[in-house]
């Protein structure tokens, strides 16, 4: 380890416990995330990082532990109060989630004219300017629908960073598009955190943008953190978790049989004498 | 598991009043408290709505009250005509469409039509993440998409039962004069003559008990859809199927109220 210069927490998730019914898809998560760092998420299917990130969004909340953002445990804060916290984050939905019946413009345009009193030709100007970020220019009259995937969620990105916020959160924002509009997301990633000095929360388990964008990785499994560290930590780990999630082998701790003990019965348990 | 299945269709039944009930009370609350806290519902959205649920809706209500008008004239006076009394199919056809036939009608046409959309459109947004994108936006979903539907259909679903009424009753006329030969003002007055105030009154009354239960049916199933295609396609059929059903209960019951209680 590196002696870590001291930096800001901005997002601190102490403890944090999730169940779904019976089952634990969150264990006991406490995470520190600094200003200005881009953190990726990663993990594989159903080890609950989509849940972890909903909890930072405040769309869940947890059943015990807390999350403090901006100074406040968000687990109890109320609707007023999470309403003021949410407008200084974004978010990118996995599949852009734009509102279909809107123009990309009123799209990116929407937080603006609901929250901010400004005039309708700065709207103009700032949706133009966010659009030139993501390099949409000239695409301000599309609907959704006319768009490839990689544009939506380029669309997406422009309004989660319209109302400027200080933490952008990605939802697997590389998945199902190909290696070169997966190579623009990342570098519009990259850029955001480092020109506008965004913190940036990915949720992926795409390796390749993982170590091309990570500052920090933290590697999910079942419910609880596997590792946290840097990718040259995380590429060097020793655990074999980590390492068979990095290297992507099918034999390894990491097993896509849930229970193996029970098969013969699983198999048998429904034949009628 | 008889037993246990009774059991528990109810209990969802329950929880699902509830929760329609829950709705209803937030989507009064942002119509009456909303504007005194700077977040009035968005003129945009509620005149769209106003115009989908109001304005398109025109042609299918006519048709529909037209036609109904027809046949209501022509059965009855196939009766009425045995004893001479033909003269009462303007009595008839105008009581009974602006009592009963005129909302209840137009309502269903309505459920099939405005509710369908509705939630059809809010169900396709929940399961494309689309409504925890208004929220992460800080919208609240009730007061940006339920607000104006629930508005648009209060304000617009009397006024189609009115205009449903005088079409309707035009059909009645139709009828009347070139088939039963029936003189103009004749057929006027007697329709004027029988109904009364009370009649329209309750029409409207009962549209806008229609409207509510039409809005709320669609906005609480749109939003509470899940599982993709296959649940938004589910969510549309029980919004109509639900809506349908509790408009006639809620009419039966109306009814009871109005003109059967105070026997």
């Given at each position: 380890m590196t002696a870590e210069p001291k930096k800001e927490v901005v997002i601190?998730?102490?403890?944090?416990?999730?169940?779904?019914?019976?089952?634990?898809?969150?264990?006991?998560?406490?995470?520190?995330?600094?200003?200005?760092?881009?953190?990726?998420?990663?993990?594989?299917?159903?080890?609950?990082?989509?849940?972890f990130l909903r909890h930072l969004i405040g769309a869940i909340r947890p059943d015990s532990g807390q999350v403090w953002m901006f100074g406040q445990d968000i687990a109890k804060a109320s609707d007023e109060e999470m309403d003021e916290i949410r407008k200084k984050f974004g978010m990118l939905f996995q599949?852009?989630?734009?509102f279909d019946s809107m123009t990309v413009a009123e799209n990116i345009a929407l937080s603006l004219r609901e929250h901010a009193k400004l005039d309708e030709n700065i709207i103009n100007i700032i949706v133009k300017m966010k659009l030139e970020l993501v390099g949409l220019r000239g695409f301000e009259n599309l609907m959704p629908s006319q768009l490839s995937g990689g544009m939506k969620k380029r669309v997406g990105?422009?309004?989660?960073?319209?109302?400027?916020?200080?933490?952008?959160?990605?939802?697997?924002p590389t998945a199902g598009l190909d290696p070169v509009m997966t190579g623009v997301i990342d570098k519009l990633t990259i850029d955001l955190t480092k020109k506008l000095q965004i913190t940036s929360?990915?949720?992926?388990?795409?390796?390749?943008?993982?170590?091309?964008?990570?500052?920090?990785i933290v590697m999910l499994h079942q419910g609880n953190i596997m590792q946290i560290g840097t990718p040259e930590e995380i590429k060097n780990s020793k655990n074999p978790h980590v390492r068979q999630f990095i290297t992507g082998e099918a034999e390894g701790p990491i097993s896509f049989v849930q229970q193996g003990d029970d098969y013969l019965e699983h198999l048998t348990a429904e034949i009628q004498e | 598991m008889f037993i246990?299945?009774?059991?528990?269709?109810?209990?969802?039944?329950?929880?699902?009043?509830?929760?329609?009930?829950?709705?209803?009370?937030?989507?009064?609350?942002?119509?009456?408290?909303?504007?005194?806290?700077k977040k009035p519902v968005s003129r945009k959205n509620l005149f769209a709505q106003t115009v989908f649920s109001g304005l398109d809706s025109l042609i299918i209500v006519f048709f529909v009250n037209f036609f109904i008008g027809i046949v209501l004239a022509m059965q009855s006076a196939y009766q009425l005509e045995q004893m001479g009394a033909s003269i009462y199919v303007a009595a008839l056809v105008?009581?009974?469409?602006?009592?009963?036939?005129?909302?209840?009608l137009t309502s269903l046409v309505i459920a099939g039509r405005v509710g369908a959309a509705i939630t059809a459109e809010l169900s396709t947004m929940k399961v494309t993440e689309q409504i925890e994108a208004l929220e992460t936006i800080s919208l609240n979903p009730v007061r940006y998409l339920v607000v104006p539907r629930f508005l648009a259909l209060l304000m617009m679903l009397p006024c189609l039962?009115?205009?449903?009424?005088?079409?309707?009753?035009?059909?009645?006329?139709?009828?009347?004069?070139?088939?039963?030969?029936?003189?103009?003002?004749?057929?006027?007055?007697?329709?004027?003559?029988?109904?009364?105030?009370?009649?329209?009154?309750?029409?409207?009354?009962?549209?806008?008990?229609?409207?509510?239960?039409?809005?709320?049916?669609?906005?609480?199933?749109?939003?509470s859809t899940e599982g993709g295609a296959e649940g938004v396609g589910r969510s549309?059929?029980?919004?109509?199927?639900?809506?349908?059903?509790?408009?006639?209960?809620?009419?039966?019951?109306?009814?009871?109220?109005f003109y059967f209680a105070k026997t």
């Open positions: 601190s998730v102490k403890n944090l416990v999730k169940n779904f019914g019976p089952r634990r898809i969150l264990n006991d998560i406490s995470l520190d995330i600094y200003q200005g760092e881009t953190l990726v998420v990663m993990g594989g299917s159903g080890c609950g990082k989509s849940t599949s852009g989630a734009l990105l422009a309004r989660a960073i319209v109302m400027d916020p200080k933490i952008v959160f990605y939802d697997e929360v990915v949720v992926t388990h795409d390796m390749n943008s993982v170590f091309r964008i990570a500052d920090r | 246990e299945s009774i059991g528990r269709t109810t209990n969802s039944f329950v929880k699902q009043f509830k929760d329609i009930f829950v709705l209803l009370s937030q989507t009064v609350y942002w119509c009456v408290v909303g504007p005194f806290r105008g009581v009974s469409i602006t009592r009963e036939i005129g909302p209840v039962v009115i205009l449903g009424d005088i079409i309707g009753i035009f059909g009645g006329y139709i009828i009347g004069i070139y088939n039963l030969g029936l003189s103009s003002g004749l057929y006027i007055d007697t329709t004027i003559q029988f109904l009364t105030v009370k009649d329209i009154n309750t029409g409207l009354l009962k549209s806008a008990v229609f409207s509510v239960i039409i809005s709320m049916i669609a906005c609480y199933q749109g939003l549309t059929t029980k919004s109509v199927v639900s809506s349908f059903i509790l408009i006639i209960i809620a009419d039966a019951l109306l009814t009871a109220v």
